[in-house]
């Protein structure tokens, strides 16, 4: 593998450092660290055609690298070759607030560009908890905690610059808000996790920022009530701004993390957008569900740091949750499925790790039918790993069966891929073949995704 072609355009921006390599071998995901043989930090399209054309030359496998927090090993180098990190393509290079959109380089996080988007009264919704690259978000077509109002990533991208394995550079998309020429490509590369392209630059759909907001948090005695909550209120066509649950072991490892003392039950953490009037019609009508439904009082949050508070709580559950169980080898997972079988999705999930006596907190995104299990083995026993993987199985397993997907917003990377055939059937082999029609080396984020 001879990266003289590679140090001679990029200089000290190419790194062979052992930390360096280190770094981008590891994540947040269960898999043991892979690290690449070399890291590039381009700074612009053309360095990265360049890139690419020079690996290609060798066969060099090439990896795309946002913020490093995705949780199915997406950005992980099973088979070594060069990480790009786009940390120094962070530019937002566009704002058309009369078009409402943004056009941004892929290492931009989005919690930037919302910052840079303050005096314009418009702001960028997709929040997938972490402060990720929405580089990274548009590889993964990441969704989140307000998906369930603004959609995902898939309906909020309208345009890509990419670079191909080869090193062409291709625009996908326009500022138009729709179009019916030719192939839909920017969906293509949005959710290809690296594998098709590398994602240079992004046209992103800008909302306005609302008039009112407010949140809150409301306790049930049971988990199918809290359910039968979220999916009376999707039905009723209350368009909620985010509406979450999590349940009592989550809830307990808040109180742990945060130092709380929140009754340990199942929660629903909720928030509206709109006009005054139409928040507090909303909120009304929601609190009317609620008590058909046996929940409590709502506890509000109405002032921005409140708010902050509470979705600072809901996004660090993760880590709450891990420190659950100190010497746990975290297995996170998630699945999606139709509104209608939520309730039956939540419950054999909870009984299924209930029965396995591994602890296994659940919560999510459930207003758009997301949610996700943080299942903690112990790391010294490969008993309780090995059961924790067939509780993972069973939920992917109970996704198709009811109707839905193996993974709402996590990806597949390294982790689910063994799911694909059972989802897509024959659909998975045309998703190879347009991979050997783009990459027909291969070297682009091998052993992800496809067959």
Not at 57 to 86: N, R
Request: net charge negative; aromatic share 6%; proline share 6%.
């Amino acid at each position: 593998m001879d990266f003289a072609p590679l140090r001679a355009l990029l200089g000290a921006r190419l790194s062979t450092g052992p930390s360096d390599l280190a770094l981008h071998g590891q994540s947040e995901a269960h898999f043991p660290p892979m690290p690449p043989d070399a890291v590039a930090y381009p700074e612009t399209t053309a360095e990265v055609s360049d890139i690419l054309r020079m690996c290609a030359a060798q066969g060099i496998a090439v990896i795309g690298w946002g913020t490093g927090t995705s949780l199915e090993g997406h950005a992980l180098a099973p088979k070594g070759g060069l990480c790009v990190d786009f940390a120094r393509m962070n530019r937002v290079l566009h704002v058309a607030p009369e078009d409402m959109l943004a056009r941004v380089q892929p290492g931009v996080t989005r919690m930037a560009l919302n910052a840079e988007l303050r005096a314009t009264g418009l702001f960028f919704p997709v929040d997938p908890g972490a402060d990720a690259s929405l580089g990274g978000m548009a590889a993964t077509r990441a969704s989140g905690t307000t998906a369930v109002r603004y959609g995902t990533m898939r309906a909020n991208v309208l345009a890509l610059e990419v670079v191909l394995a080869d090193g062409r550079i291709i625009r996908t998309g326009t500022n138009a808000p729709k179009s019916s020429t030719g192939y839909d490509l920017t969906a293509l590369f949005v959710g290809s996790e690296g594998t098709l392209g590398l994602i240079t630059e992004l046209t992103l759909r800008l909302h306005g920022q609302p008039e009112a907001v407010t949140a809150a948090i409301c306790a049930f005695d049971d988990m199918r009530a809290a359910v039968e909550a979220v999916i009376t209120t999707i039905q009723s066509g209350i368009p909620m701004a985010r509406i979450e649950f999590v349940d009592g072991a989550t809830v307990r490892a808040f109180n742990a993390h945060a130092g709380l003392d929140m009754a340990p039950c199942p929660h629903l953490m909720v928030e509206f957008h709109g006009s005054a009037a139409g928040v507090r019609e909303q909120a009304q009508r929601f609190g009317e569900i609620v008590a058909e439904c046996g929940g409590g009082a709502f506890h509000w949050a109405e002032t921005p740091e409140a708010r902050a508070k509470l979705w600072k709580l809901r996004h660090n559950g993760y880590y709450a949750a891990r420190a659950l169980v100190p010497h746990a080898a975290p297995l996170t997972t998630d699945i999606c499925v139709p509104i209608s079988r939520l309730a039956e999705a939540v419950e054999e999930t909870a009984a299924d790790i209930a029965a396995s006596g591994i602890p296994g907190p659940i919560l999510g995104h459930v207003g758009d039918g997301n949610f996700h299990a943080l299942l903690l083995p112990d790391k010294d026993s490969p008993a309780q790993i090995a059961t924790a993987h067939a509780l993972a199985a069973r939920m992917a397993a109970r996704a198709l069966r009811l109707g839905g997907t193996v993974s709402g917003e996590h990806g597949l990377g390294l982790g689910k891929r063994k799911y694909m055939q059972a989802e897509h059937g024959a659909a998975w082999e045309v998703m190879g073949a347009l991979k050997a029609a783009l990459d027909p080396a291969g070297i682009l984020n091998p052993g992800k995704l496809l067959p």
